[in-house]
């Protein structure tokens, strides 16, 4: 098949950040996709809906001129959350969701949930409105191996939340493990996981083997080949409990090449051609459009979109970098390398 056309599809996850960032990462992301799931660990968090309002405001202002884009926002989950605050959401036009970082697991997530034990009134109002909870699947103990965080989580975390709120909506973000496909496997259709271009392509031999390459370091990490090719099993397996999120965040070049390099990828450029790549490489192409434009929109509840795109096989390469800010540059995944499928 050397063309494929799609329903116009959706991100489930992404970081635009915010002020002049908005200028590069909301034309990036709009070309690819219509409804973006905005994330809300800004400095400081979006922890309101009436802050969510107002950050959709001011990422509207950089969409292109007669585009379908479609901010959808999401919550920041802190200790305080009070439970008054999902009859809102549920009431909102544009919120649709809560996320929940265990503080510290990842980028800007200090004020995140200690122990969701905690939030349990809180995840009692979101079961019975139907509010999905998104989770950053990653425990944060400096005991437990970065290469196990995800595992121990649902171990630990995940599996007694939905033992106690079995209705509840979950999407299990950006999954790099086996085990967290199982896991989700095991679950009714209420449970469901986002899963990333970078996780889906890449494993950790191409972060560590022959140097540390810092733009393919993301969190949770890259993890061992036999966990994408379980992934990539799910992924194409046309279950819609697994659907479409970049994670694609914005990181300056000289925080990622540097001694503490920052988490995350940006793949917002380029993200439907990876998937497209993903897919092909393992003969399921076809089912690039369930995964991409419909089971998300399916889960949310929001209808799925009329427009389409299509993909050509092409060659083509992925920008060296790209404009940020006023004078700085990001590097893109997979810069300078040739992709085989193209939007057109
Ligand atoms: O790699 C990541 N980057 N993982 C996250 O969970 C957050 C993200 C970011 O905000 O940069
Ligand atoms: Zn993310």
């Known amino acids: 098949m050397n ?18 960032a908005l200028a590069r990462t909301v034309p990036d992301i709009a070309k690819q996709f219509s409804r973006v799931i905005c994330m809300p660990n800004l400095v400081p968090p979006v922890k309101t809906v009436d802050e969510a ?19 959808r926002m999401v919550l920041y ?19 649709n969701a809560i996320k929940l970082y265990p503080a510290g697991a990842t980028t800007n997530s200090d004020s995140g949930v200690s122990d969701i034990r905690k939030v349990y009134a809180v995840l009692e109002q979101l079961e019975k409105h139907q509010v999905p909870l ?15 965080r995800e595992k121990k989580f649902l171990d630990d975390v995940l599996f ?32 469901a996981a986002t899963i990333t271009p970078q996780h889906l392509l890449f494993n950790r031999n191409d972060l560590l083997v022959g140097g540390i390459k810092p733009h393919f370091y993301c969190l949770p990490i890259l993890k061992r080949q036999s966990h994408q090719t379980t992934l990539l099993e799910v992924a194409t397996s046309g279950n819609p409990q697994f659907f479409l999120g970049t994670d694609s965040a914005p990181h300056a070049q000289h925080t990622k090449e540097n001694a503490c390099g920052c988490a995350g ?12 790549q993903a897919f092909d490489q393992v003969g399921r192409i076809e089912r690039l459009e369930g995964f991409a434009s419909h089971f998300g929109a399916d889960f949310y509840g929001l209808p799925r ?7 050509v096989k092409e060659d083509h390469i992925v920008p060296e970098r790209l404009d940020y800010l006023d004078d700085q540059s990001i590097v893109p995944l997979y810069a300078g390398k040739t992709l085989q499928w193209k939007k057109v």
Not at 3 to 19: A, C, E, M, N
Not at 161 to 189: G, N, R, Y
Request: proline share 5%; net charge negative.
């Open 53 to 71: 309002i107002a950050y959709r405001q001011r990422i509207m202002q950089h969409a292109p001129e007669g585009s379908a884009f479609d901010p």
């Open 160 to 191: 007694p939340v939905i033992q106690q709120f079995p209705e509840l909506k979950i999407v299990l973000e950006h999954i790099t493990t086996s085990d967290a496909a199982h896991f989700v496997l095991e679950q009714k259709q209420n449970v």
């Open 305 to 311: 979109n009329t427009a389409q795109i299509t993909l």
């Open 77 to 95: 989950f802190t200790d305080h959350t009070p439970a008054s605050e999902v009859q809102k959401i549920k009431e909102s036009a544009h919120v």
């Open 265 to 276: 990828c940006y793949s917002a450029v380029t993200a439907i051609e990876f998937y497209a």
């Open 134 to 148: 998104l989770l950053h699947g990653e425990v944060t103990h400096s005991h437990v191996d970065i290469f196990d």
């Open 3 to 20: 063309s494929i056309t799609l329903t116009q599809p959706d991100d489930w996850h992404v970081h635009l950040r915010d002020g002049k």
